[in-house]
């Protein structure tokens, strides 16, 4: 069993940036491609970013392209959303996801393991 412990959320004024981690507990999290999603209050969950295991193939939502950064560290087990030019839009609470097959995906379908979410609030 895999655990996702995210970390990096809070306030922040529009315009800002964070950078939130996703560490995991298994060694073998450089097999896995991993995912953030991101749920706004009385929204569905939706996806945000995916990463392959190797890093090669990245996969972003258009509402973050060109603003957020998915990267990941193998040998820390962590991988990371740099969040830059934030908008109140993108308030909600992150949760960073793993996936046993390999190839990653932008449906949380697909995933197999998730993290307890960290809350993010961009202030106007």
């Known amino acids: 069993q895999v655990q996702l412990v995210e970390s990096g959320g809070g306030l922040v004024q529009a315009g800002g940036s964070l950078r939130l981690s996703c560490a995991a507990s298994?060694?073998?999290?450089?097999?896995?491609?991993m995912g953030w999603f991101r749920q706004a209050p009385g929204k569905e969950r939706e996806f945000v970013a995916a990463i392959s295991r190797s890093g090669s193939k990245i996969y972003y939502a258009d509402s973050v392209k060109g603003r957020f950064t998915i990267s990941r560290d193998n040998a820390k087990n962590t991988v990371y959303l740099q969040m830059n030019s934030l908008k109140p839009e993108d308030t909600a609470v992150y949760y960073c996801?793993?996936?046993?097959?390999?190839?990653?995906?932008?449906?949380?379908?697909?995933?197999?393991?998730w993290g307890q979410g960290t809350q993010v609030t961009v202030s106007s």
């Open positions: 298994e060694r073998t999290f450089s097999s896995s491609p």
């Open positions: 996801a793993a996936r046993k097959l390999i190839a990653p995906s932008r449906y949380e379908y697909d995933y197999d393991y």
